[in-house]
Structures are given as structure tokens and as C-alpha cells.
């Protein structure tokens, strides 16, 4: 029988999301401190606060390659802040992820 060569060709892909933007219920200004995602990941994410539809600085999970559900902290900087905010999520390098849960927690600002 002759030998057949099969090659994968692989073709990287670039996904992201962004969360719905939310004032949580409240008018007064807020930023967001921390976001806790929780899924499956098989690279890298970099995760983005918005506040009025203003991005933030990027921040990058180096998540381990794995099968089993993980959860990963992003503590986010203090500079991007407002009424209403939200998340973007992205792959690093086209990898695979499945986000099931995420967490935040939001700091509302006082009148000053």
C-alpha cells in the first residue's frame, strides 16, 4: 500500500468578547479593582476594563495549557474609571478558551 502524507494545516484564530457595559445600579462614578475568570484555557488571555466605553490598560493571564477548570486573578490599575463598565476578554496568540464564569469586584468613587 502506498503511504498517503496527511498534513494538518492549522489556521490561528483571534477571538474576544466584551462583557454588556453595566452602571450596576448605580449613577455614581466606579472603577473596576479585580476580575476573577474562571474556565477552561489553553494559552494566554489578555483582559481589558472599560469605563464608558473608554478601554484601560491590558492586562495578561499567562494561563497554564490544562484540562481541568482554573480560575485566574487579574488586579486591574486604578486609571480607568466611570460611570458605567465592563470587561474585554481576548486570546493570546490564538488560543483556545472557554470562559464559564467571571467575578468583579467594583469600587464606587465618592464625591471628593
Same mark, same amino acid.
Given at each position: 500500500? *502506498?503511504s498517503?502524507?496527511?498534513?494538518?494545516?492549522a #489556521?490561528?484564530?483571534s477571538?474576544?468578547? @466584551? #462583557? =454588556?457595559s453595566?452602571?450596576?445600579? &448605580?449613577?455614581? %462614578?466606579?472603577?473596576?479593582?479585580?476580575?476573577v475568570? &474562571?474556565?477552561?484555557?489553553?494559552?494566554?488571555?489578555?483582559?481589558? *476594563?472599560?469605563?464608558?466605553?473608554?478601554?484601560?490598560?491590558?492586562h #495578561?493571564?499567562?494561563?497554564?495549557d490544562?484540562?481541568? %477548570?482554573?480560575s485566574y486573578? =487579574?488586579?486591574?490599575n486604578?486609571?480607568?474609571?466611570?460611570?458605567?463598565?465592563?470587561? @474585554? =476578554?481576548?486570546n &493570546?496568540g &490564538?488560543?483556545?478558551?472557554? =470562559?464559564e #464564569?467571571?467575578?468583579?469586584? *467594583?469600587?464606587?468613587?465618592?464625591?471628593?
Amino acid at each position: 500500500f *502506498p503511504s498517503h502524507d496527511r498534513t494538518t494545516i492549522a #489556521t490561528d484564530i483571534s477571538a474576544e468578547f @466584551k #462583557t =454588556v457595559s453595566t452602571d450596576l445600579g &448605580s449613577g455614581r %462614578q466606579k472603577r473596576l479593582r479585580a476580575t476573577v475568570l &474562571s474556565g477552561l484555557f489553553e494559552g494566554g488571555l489578555e483582559v481589558t *476594563p472599560i469605563a464608558d466605553d473608554d478601554e484601560g490598560e491590558q492586562h #495578561t493571564i499567562a494561563a497554564e495549557d490544562t484540562r481541568f %477548570q482554573k480560575s485566574y486573578t =487579574v488586579h486591574l490599575n486604578r486609571d480607568n474609571q466611570g460611570q458605567y463598565v465592563g470587561l @474585554k =476578554v481576548k486570546n &493570546s496568540g &490564538s488560543s483556545y478558551f472557554c =470562559v464559564e #464564569t467571571i467575578d468583579v469586584l *467594583p469600587i464606587w468613587l465618592g464625591a471628593r
